[in-house]
Structure formats: structure tokens, C-alpha cells
């Protein structure tokens, strides 16, 4: 079935560095969303992106949809503590239903105060 | 906070054993999709409800089922039950019909199969 790749597949940074994660799948995607999830709780959405090429920021978050729409990016600048959670990107396929979500294995961050 | 609430919180279960799932959807929205998630992996698509429909399907066997209410909230059944059946189960609501509708999770039901 279709996979994301998502790298790295854990992260720990001392407070204040900038950080950068991807995903790549061989399948193009309708949507790409990224989510960030504590110990013991839901995904929360952090930016959804709709269009190839579409760069998207959240405050400290930017992310951009690749052209080809298979790949993604999620960079956060200058990070905090409150940042440490997994990372997940998810992928809406064309035709696919809406609640169809394929996600990536996550990226788990660690930030050293 | 999403708005979508789910219960239990937590369940343990025996082997064998048949479990109900429940999750109200947020106000305004009128789809529910399950996902399966496992330690250490991201979540995996069971199904979606749309009209009280299931309206996609994930790689899930017949033991997985469910329901939608008129009221929009849902339901996730899991007969015989299966160690491999521990796991955290989402919920999220969306509004159907817009291209790209977002996603919102509630913090899910944690089930331990013993």
C-alpha cells in the first residue's frame, strides 16, 4: 500500500536551533497535513496544504507542499521546549475519502532547555 | 481543544471479548473516521462514516465495524478481540463535501487486550 517516509525519525536539539523534517512517498498526494501529538493525546493540525509548491507558515512553523506533489517539509524556528512531541505528516490521496488519511511514522523531537 | 470527545478513556479486555468505542463529532460536522494507532506508529484508517454510512475502508477485517448516529456521533465495534487489537483508536470529524477538509482528533481510547 502507499507509505510516507518520514525522516528523521527522532530529533534532539538543544532550545532555540531550528529544526527540519520531511516526507516523501512515491504516490502523489491531493492534501498534505502536519500534525504534532503529546503522550497521551489526539494529532493536532498544525498546517494543511493544498496546492504544489504552496509554502504555508503557522507562526514558528513553515511548511511547503513539493511540486510534484510527493514530498513535504515542516521546519520550526528557533525552538522551544513546549515544541517536544512527534511530528506526523499525513496524505490525502486523489479519489480517495475525505477521512482517508495515510500518515508517516513520525518524527519524535527532543529539546534540551 | 478539537471538540471531539471519545470514551472510554482507557479499556482493558480480554481475549475473545467484544468492545464498543464512542466519539461525538464536533458541532458542524457530519463525518466520522476511526483510525488504529500502535506504539510507535503513526495512525492507520479503518473507516469513515458519512450518512450514517461507512464511506471508505481501511485494510481492517469484518470485525471492525461501526455506526453513525443521526445526531452524527459514532460508534467503533471490535468483536473477538485480538492481543494485536492493542492500540490507541482516534476519532476525527470533518465536514464533508469541501475538497481538503481538515481532520480533528480527539485524544482517543487507549485498549489494552490481555
Known amino acids: 500500500g502507499q507509505q510516507l517516509n518520514q525522516s528523521p525519525q527522532s530529533m534532539f536539539i538543544q532550545e532555540g536551533e531550528d529544526v527540519s523534517m520531511n516526507c516523501t512517498s512515491s504516490?502523489?498526494?491531493?492534501?498534505w497535513l502536519w500534525y504534532k501529538q503529546d503522550p497521551g493525546e489526539g494529532p493536532v493540525l498544525l498546517i494543511a496544504?493544498?496546492?504544489?509548491?504552496e509554502l504555508t507558515s503557522n507562526g514558528r512553523l513553515t511548511a511547503q507542499f513539493g511540486i510534484t506533489r510527493k514530498d513535504s517539509f515542516l521546519n520550526i524556528s528557533a525552538s522551544i521546549p513546549s515544541d517536544v512531541g512527534i511530528y506526523f505528516c499525513?496524505?490525502?490521496?486523489?479519489?480517495?475519502?475525505?477521512?482517508?488519511?495515510?500518515f508517516g511514522k513520525g518524527t519524535k523531537l527532543s529539546v534540551k532547555p | 481543544e478539537t471538540g471531539v470527545t471519545q470514551s472510554p478513556t482507557h479499556l482493558i479486555k480480554t481475549r475473545g471479548q467484544q468492545v464498543t468505542l464512542r466519539c461525538s463529532s464536533q458541532?458542524?460536522?457530519?463525518?466520522v473516521s476511526w483510525y488504529q494507532q500502535a506504539l510507535g506508529q503513526g495512525p492507520q484508517f479503518i473507516f469513515q462514516?458519512?450518512?450514517?454510512?461507512?464511506?471508505g475502508r481501511g485494510n481492517f477485517p469484518p470485525r471492525f465495524s461501526g455506526l453513525q448516529f443521526p445526531n452524527y456521533s459514532s460508534e467503533l465495534n471490535v468483536n473477538a478481540l485480538e492481543l494485536d487489537d492493542s492500540a490507541l483508536y482516534l476519532c476525527?470529524?470533518?465536514?464533508?463535501?469541501?475538497?481538503?477538509?481538515?481532520?480533528?482528533f480527539g485524544s482517543g481510547t487507549q485498549l489494552s487486550v490481555l
Open positions: 476525527a470529524s470533518s465536514l464533508a463535501g469541501r475538497p481538503g477538509e481538515k481532520l480533528f
Open positions: 504516490s502523489i498526494f491531493n492534501t
Open positions: 496544504l493544498y496546492k504544489a509548491g
Open positions: 499525513a496524505g490525502q490521496l486523489y479519489g480517495g475519502s475525505q477521512g482517508n488519511l495515510i
Open positions: 458541532s458542524g460536522h457530519n463525518t
Open positions: 462514516y458519512y450518512r450514517e454510512e461507512e464511506n
